[in-house]
């Protein structure tokens, strides 16, 4: 493979070029209800070819060979474009030339594990979960993925990767009369097949949630201080914080890259966040990005005090910062982007107790249900909730979103719990979707969030 | 195409081959500089087989292993997906006008020129950011099955979104276009959005309470998703739809009437049949407030006992590589009929409430159930009939079942906007949380 993609190097006239070819297996069975709606694999690949020249860089995504020709001249012609009406000229932040191979260790390689033992386990949560009389239906699914990367560049780097991520998870809805609830549900990783077995209380949990939920109140809108547990204060690291440490984000925004100088300070002093890919065993783990940069492990935040960012070669070399290995793409059809790989906010001095003390009223909520930023604005669901009033928990709330802003919010902050667990699943959507992004936090206590209420 | 035909019969009771071609070009310019250029050349092909009502799929991006691809579906009818439906005998369709040849002329040069020229227009008329993404996308799409069905359709795009962003923000006032050959953006749509921006500048913070809310067409697929999951012949399957048992029943204001219409060729992207080849057709929805229509592919149809409506698509909110996802029920070409009101008319009639111009958190809310609750980014403030700024960290909640029928007013002009072409729409008596 090395050699075809240097073949391809070779007909490119430019300062600096590199190539990438992916194999991508997926195997997916899927449940709708009871009934089996898809089950099987799929192999397909393609390249993608970026360019830098006189100052412009370009990218183009192709799946025929015989397209190679088309794609050099058109990389090529769109690098001259942009070197046109480009004021700084596009450069790339020297790094390492690197030729190596990487596969993560795995704990069982689902390649190996047939296809009706994971239809067996995927049936058998499930049947777990449709047991449950007030559930109405589910969508449980198994999702594999392989990508297998080779990475060339005129440097002279050939690398070869592995990422192979697995996970069980889907939607439980439950229903009584016209009211209709619905939770997420997920186990998986990047670590192996064995992180799928023996998750049956996973699945139960979640179906008796879904059942209780029934019976819970609506959330009363208004502004609250609120306890998040780890999952959500995971999608809040990453929604609100985390999208504006990738610099592409902010490079072009005036007063966004104004307000996220290195030195700033952002929230108390109990608050550090790092985002971290060389993280083995996570879901997040990976050891070269996507244009052959080592990962490395990146503080964020330190003390509430910005530190770090995460870079490419190309935005690195614009801020004058050093590159961190985050430039990741979905796969074939995708020049790489900025992305966080397993980013977190690093433990605290506190226990959840004392969080749900210092809270005294308010609402604990957990488990995230998306979530979505727009500038410094971010607003996420979470699955469900309780009321706290006096230190005590009570009873049960739903249909919960909540929004703030990034500054005020990361300041507002003031206790952080000991008891750190990151995501074992996850989906940004970047332009592209990235399965693997990681994240977590321990509970963290926050003051003053809006919740959106009828 | 030939080879894999006698190939699939060989493996098969009945088999149906999709195959796509596309390719892309994208611009994206942020504060006047030219960010990036992706281009995109794929192809690929997905194929269905049913043998002993079991189905098969595959699909692969080499185009040339035609026996691994019929194999790989053959494979996987061992795990026993049921089949209960036929590929349709689709002789004919409408004749849609889909392609502008003058589409393969417009260069790169071309959309970025007409990039810097928008650029320099508002740059001199606004304080904020402008951000401007456009680009151009020519698919073709070719049908073939073993019941006769031998359908083809090629498609032009060219798309260009504008938005200003307000000062110390990332967050801004955005509005896009769509047309099937390049086309210079005329001077009073820009005006217009201008004219949004300049109004809404200033932050103000507000109490919050119950409210009439202007839902903007780029914000109301919050509750269009909704009622597309309600009426899904999925969800009514899997007894998730709210909406079962409900058709000629009264669900919204007698204001709103709610089409699908793929074969309106006026517009972008229209489609004569969907991705399996059952002829589309126009879809009524909602008729002055009245549930008319659920909508079907093949699957669901046969599920339901219904007859399939031309609306299997091969779609997936998160995922758009087509040619690896089967279809499933989608409306592709929805609007909202519009009313007789101007949209300064329509603000002028507010005495106190909020613009939605943007919506985030659309995806994360009970949307079976019909609930949401969304973020506004950003939300214009309206008090005295006049947009007197943007308010700062406010949601608005509530259910589509309960908001749909406080309709006040509705725009006289359909938008563009994500899942289909809307004017804006008024309701009465939203919550709103603030932190004042």
Same mark, same amino acid.
């Given at each position: 493979m090395f050699d075809k993609l240097k073949s391809i190097l070779e007909k490119v006239d430019a300062e600096y070029a590199d190539i990438r070819h992916e194999t991508k297996?997926?195997?997916?069975? /899927?449940?709708?209800? !009871?009934? &089996?709606?898809?089950?099987?694999?799929?192999?397909?690949?393609?390249? #993608?070819?970026? #360019?830098?020249?006189?100052?412009?860089y370009s990218s183009i995504a192709f799946t025929d060979l015989d397209n190679q020709e088309k794609a050099v001249r058109t990389a090529i012609e769109n690098a001259h474009l942009m070197s046109r009406f480009t004021e700084q000229p596009i450069t790339f932040e020297k790094v390492d030339i690197i030729t190596k191979e990487y596969t993560p260790d795995l704990a069982e390689d689902p390649r190996q594990i047939s296809i009706d033992e994971k239809l067996a386990l995927t049936n058998k949560y499930n049947d777990l979960v449709l047991s449950n009389d007030k559930i109405a239906t589910t969508n449980i699914n198994y999702l594999e993925l392989v990508r297998e990367k080779h990475f060339a560049n005129t440097e002279g780097s050939a690398i070869r990767e592995e990422l192979v991520t697995n996970r069980i998870s889907g939607l439980i809805t439950s229903r009584d009369g016209n009211l209709i609830q619905n939770v997420r549900v997920a186990a998986g990783g990047s670590s192996g097949f064995s992180v799928l077995r023996n998750r049956e209380a996973v699945f139960e949990n979640k179906s008796r949630i879904a059942t209780e939920l029934l019976r819970a109140q609506p959330v009363q809108g208004g502004c609250y201080n609120v306890v998040l547990n780890q999952s959500l204060g995971g999608v809040f690291t990453h929604e609100a914080f985390g999208h504006f440490s990738e610099a592409d984000i902010?490079?072009?925004?005036?007063? =966004?890259?104004? !307000?996220?100088? &290195?030195?700033?300070? =952002?929230?108390?002093?109990? #608050?550090?966040?790092?985002?971290?890919?060389?993280?083995?065993?996570? &879901?997040?783990?990976?050891?070269?990005?996507?244009?052959? #940069? =080592? /990962?490395?492990?990146t503080p964020l935040l330190k003390e509430g005090v910005l530190v770090g960012r995460l870079h490419s070669r190309r935005t690195a070399a614009a801020f004058g910062e050093l590159v961190s290995g985050h430039t990741v793409a979905e796969d074939y059809r995708y020049a790489p982007i900025i992305r966080m790989g397993t980013i977190f906010i690093e433990p605290g001095d506190d226990t959840f107790e004392g969080l749900i003390d210092k809270l005294g009223s308010g609402y604990y909520l957990l488990d995230a249900k998306g979530g979505e930023t727009s500038g410094e604005n971010f607003t996420f669901g979470a699955q469900y909730g309780f009321v706290v009033k006096n230190g005590k928990i009570g009873e049960m709330v739903r249909d919960i979103n909540i929004s703030g802003n990034l500054y005020s919010t990361l300041a507002?902050?003031? /206790?952080?719990?000991?008891? &750190? !667990?990151?995501?074992?699943?996850?989906?940004?959507? !970047?332009?592209?979707?990235?399965?693997?992004s990681c994240y977590g936090t321990p509970h963290i206590l926050i003051n003053e969030l809006i919740i959106g209420g009828s | 195409m030939d080879r894999l035909i006698e190939s699939a019969k060989l493996h098969s009771d009945a088999f149906e081959i999709y195959k796509l071609d596309e390719s892309r070009n994208t611009i994206e310019f942020e504060d006047g500089k030219l960010k990036d250029i992706e281009s995109t050349i794929h192809a690929g092909v997905a194929l269905r087989i049913i043998k002993d009502r079991r189905a098969g799929f595959a699909y692969t991006k080499n185009v040339s292993n035609n026996e691994a691809l019929v194999l790989n579906a053959v494979d996987t009818i061992k795990g026993g997906v049921e089949a209960p439906y036929d590929f349709p005998h689709t002789k004919s369709v409408p004749t849609l006008n889909t392609y502008d040849a003058a589409i393969e002329d417009v260069t790169n040069t071309t959309i970025v020129d007409e990039c810097r020229r928008i650029n320099a227009l508002m740059t001199s008329k606004v304080n904020g950011q402008i951000n401007i993404d456009a680009g151009t996308s020519i698919s073709g799409i070719k049908?073939?099955?073993?019941?006769?069905a031998n359908l083809s359709t090629r498609t032009s795009y060219y798309a260009i979104t504008i938005s200003i962003l307000y000062p110390e923000s990332a967050t801004g006032i955005e509005r896009s276009l769509e047309f099937k050959k390049f086309e210079e953006v005329d001077d009073s749509f820009l005006n217009n959005l201008i004219d949004l921006y300049?109004?809404?500048?200033?932050?103000?913070?507000?109490?919050?309470?119950?409210?009439?809310?202007?839902? $903007?067409?780029?914000?109301?697929?919050?509750?269009?998703?909704?009622?597309?999951n309600a009426v899904s012949g999925e969800s009514l399957y899997h007894g998730q739809s709210p909406l079962a048992g409900k058709l000629n029943t009264d669900i919204f204001s007698k204001q709103l009437s709610i089409i699908d219409n793929p074969i309106d060729d006026s517009r972008p992207g229209a489609r004569a049949f969907d991705d399996e080849g059952v002829p589309c057709k126009e879809l009524v929805i909602v008729d002055k407030g009245t549930l008319t229509n659920y909508y079907y592919d093949l699957f669901y149809a046969a599920k339901m006992k219904a007859k399939p409506n031309g609306r299997g698509f091969k779609t997936l909110r998160w995922n758009d590589d087509r040619i690896s996802v089967k279809p499933v029920p989608t409306l592709t070409s929805l609007s909202i009929e519009p009313g007789a009101t101007g949209f300064e008319q329509l603000i002028g009639s507010m005495q106190r409430g909020i613009i939605v111009c943007g919506a985030l958190g659309a995806h994360s809310g009970n949307i079976p159930n019909g609930d949401f609750s969304i973020g506004l980014s950003p939300g214009l403030y309206v008090e005295g009939g006049q947009i007197v700024g943007r308010i700062k960290d406010a949601m608005i909640a509530g259910n589509i079942y309960s908001? $749909?029928?406080?309709?006040?007013?509705?725009?006289?002009?359909?938008?563009?906007?994500?899942?289909?072409?809307?004017?804006?729409?008024?309701?009465?008596?939203?919550?709103?949380?603030?932190?004042?």
């Amino acid at each position: 493979m090395f050699d075809k993609l240097k073949s391809i190097l070779e007909k490119v006239d430019a300062e600096y070029a590199d190539i990438r070819h992916e194999t991508k297996i997926e195997t997916r069975i /899927a449940f709708n209800g !009871k009934e &089996l709606k898809e089950i099987g694999g799929n192999t397909t690949d393609g390249y #993608v070819l970026r #360019v830098l020249d006189r100052g412009g860089y370009s990218s183009i995504a192709f799946t025929d060979l015989d397209n190679q020709e088309k794609a050099v001249r058109t990389a090529i012609e769109n690098a001259h474009l942009m070197s046109r009406f480009t004021e700084q000229p596009i450069t790339f932040e020297k790094v390492d030339i690197i030729t190596k191979e990487y596969t993560p260790d795995l704990a069982e390689d689902p390649r190996q594990i047939s296809i009706d033992e994971k239809l067996a386990l995927t049936n058998k949560y499930n049947d777990l979960v449709l047991s449950n009389d007030k559930i109405a239906t589910t969508n449980i699914n198994y999702l594999e993925l392989v990508r297998e990367k080779h990475f060339a560049n005129t440097e002279g780097s050939a690398i070869r990767e592995e990422l192979v991520t697995n996970r069980i998870s889907g939607l439980i809805t439950s229903r009584d009369g016209n009211l209709i609830q619905n939770v997420r549900v997920a186990a998986g990783g990047s670590s192996g097949f064995s992180v799928l077995r023996n998750r049956e209380a996973v699945f139960e949990n979640k179906s008796r949630i879904a059942t209780e939920l029934l019976r819970a109140q609506p959330v009363q809108g208004g502004c609250y201080n609120v306890v998040l547990n780890q999952s959500l204060g995971g999608v809040f690291t990453h929604e609100a914080f985390g999208h504006f440490s990738e610099a592409d984000i902010i490079e072009n925004n005036r007063s =966004m890259r104004d !307000k996220m100088k &290195l030195g700033t300070r =952002m929230g108390c002093e109990k #608050v550090n966040i790092t985002d971290d890919p060389t993280m083995t065993g996570q &879901l997040g783990h990976y050891r070269y990005d996507d244009e052959g #940069v =080592m /990962a490395r492990r990146t503080p964020l935040l330190k003390e509430g005090v910005l530190v770090g960012r995460l870079h490419s070669r190309r935005t690195a070399a614009a801020f004058g910062e050093l590159v961190s290995g985050h430039t990741v793409a979905e796969d074939y059809r995708y020049a790489p982007i900025i992305r966080m790989g397993t980013i977190f906010i690093e433990p605290g001095d506190d226990t959840f107790e004392g969080l749900i003390d210092k809270l005294g009223s308010g609402y604990y909520l957990l488990d995230a249900k998306g979530g979505e930023t727009s500038g410094e604005n971010f607003t996420f669901g979470a699955q469900y909730g309780f009321v706290v009033k006096n230190g005590k928990i009570g009873e049960m709330v739903r249909d919960i979103n909540i929004s703030g802003n990034l500054y005020s919010t990361l300041a507002n902050i003031i /206790a952080i719990s000991d008891d &750190l !667990k990151l995501s074992e699943t996850g989906g940004c959507g !970047k332009g592209q979707a990235n399965i693997r992004s990681c994240y977590g936090t321990p509970h963290i206590l926050i003051n003053e969030l809006i919740i959106g209420g009828s | 195409m030939d080879r894999l035909i006698e190939s699939a019969k060989l493996h098969s009771d009945a088999f149906e081959i999709y195959k796509l071609d596309e390719s892309r070009n994208t611009i994206e310019f942020e504060d006047g500089k030219l960010k990036d250029i992706e281009s995109t050349i794929h192809a690929g092909v997905a194929l269905r087989i049913i043998k002993d009502r079991r189905a098969g799929f595959a699909y692969t991006k080499n185009v040339s292993n035609n026996e691994a691809l019929v194999l790989n579906a053959v494979d996987t009818i061992k795990g026993g997906v049921e089949a209960p439906y036929d590929f349709p005998h689709t002789k004919s369709v409408p004749t849609l006008n889909t392609y502008d040849a003058a589409i393969e002329d417009v260069t790169n040069t071309t959309i970025v020129d007409e990039c810097r020229r928008i650029n320099a227009l508002m740059t001199s008329k606004v304080n904020g950011q402008i951000n401007i993404d456009a680009g151009t996308s020519i698919s073709g799409i070719k049908i073939r099955n073993s019941s006769g069905a031998n359908l083809s359709t090629r498609t032009s795009y060219y798309a260009i979104t504008i938005s200003i962003l307000y000062p110390e923000s990332a967050t801004g006032i955005e509005r896009s276009l769509e047309f099937k050959k390049f086309e210079e953006v005329d001077d009073s749509f820009l005006n217009n959005l201008i004219d949004l921006y300049n109004r809404s500048e200033r932050e103000i913070n507000t109490a919050g309470g119950r409210m009439k809310i202007l839902f $903007m067409p780029e914000a109301m697929y919050t509750l269009i998703w909704r009622l597309q999951n309600a009426v899904s012949g999925e969800s009514l399957y899997h007894g998730q739809s709210p909406l079962a048992g409900k058709l000629n029943t009264d669900i919204f204001s007698k204001q709103l009437s709610i089409i699908d219409n793929p074969i309106d060729d006026s517009r972008p992207g229209a489609r004569a049949f969907d991705d399996e080849g059952v002829p589309c057709k126009e879809l009524v929805i909602v008729d002055k407030g009245t549930l008319t229509n659920y909508y079907y592919d093949l699957f669901y149809a046969a599920k339901m006992k219904a007859k399939p409506n031309g609306r299997g698509f091969k779609t997936l909110r998160w995922n758009d590589d087509r040619i690896s996802v089967k279809p499933v029920p989608t409306l592709t070409s929805l609007s909202i009929e519009p009313g007789a009101t101007g949209f300064e008319q329509l603000i002028g009639s507010m005495q106190r409430g909020i613009i939605v111009c943007g919506a985030l958190g659309a995806h994360s809310g009970n949307i079976p159930n019909g609930d949401f609750s969304i973020g506004l980014s950003p939300g214009l403030y309206v008090e005295g009939g006049q947009i007197v700024g943007r308010i700062k960290d406010a949601m608005i909640a509530g259910n589509i079942y309960s908001i $749909m029928n406080r309709v006040i007013d509705i725009e006289d002009s359909l938008h563009p906007a994500y899942t289909g072409y809307y004017p804006a729409v008024l309701f009465d008596d939203i919550n709103v949380a603030t932190k004042s």
